[in-house]
């Protein structure tokens, strides 16, 4: 049954499954990598903003997570199919993956990537060395948000 209606409301909503945003400036990204090193809290309103102007909408369950070595996340998915929301992952130092479904995408620094939560998804990082990455939800708008 979960799978009719994750197929109905996609087709209400229009949310891709995964999608690039883009490029954000990389002043942004060395405000995130100080706030971990730094502990430089000063700017947390400005990089919010920053990030609700670029993906058009007000962004919630922000956190900003370092991890010095690899791991996998378990697998997870939204059943609320009423509200469409979208994770965002913004790597700030080193790369990670993210898998959904069946297919993984590689994130790079520098690059808003977003998912759709009602897709079974989950982060992996293969590698030891120091990875920044900011999380964070919005709800997706298929008016504004036109793939």
């Known amino acids: 049954m979960s799978r009719l209606a994750r197929k109905s409301a996609n087709k209400t909503h229009n ?33 919010i903003d920053y990030i ?7 962004i919630t369950n922000v956190s900003v997570d370092t991890w010095d070595e690899a791991f996998e996340t378990d697998w997870k998915r939204s059943n609320n199919y009423s509200t469409p929301t979208c994770a965002i992952f913004l790597v700030t130092k080193g790369s ?20 759709n939560e009602w897709c079974t998804h989950k982060l992996v990082n293969k590698s030891s060395t120091p990875l920044t990455m900011l999380l964070a939800q919005f709800e997706w708008n298929s008016e504004i948000h036109k793939q």
């Open 52 to 58: 609700n102007s670029f993906v058009k909408a007000k």
């Open 15 to 47: 949310v891709p499954d995964f999608k690039v945003l883009g490029v954000v400036k990389s002043e942004i990204s060395d405000k995130i990598n100080d706030l971990v090193i730094e502990k430089k809290a000063n700017e947390v309103i400005n990089i």
């Open 96 to 115: 990670a993956s993210v898998c959904v479904d069946k297919d993984e995408y590689e994130m790079t620094t520098g690059k808003l990537y977003i998912v």
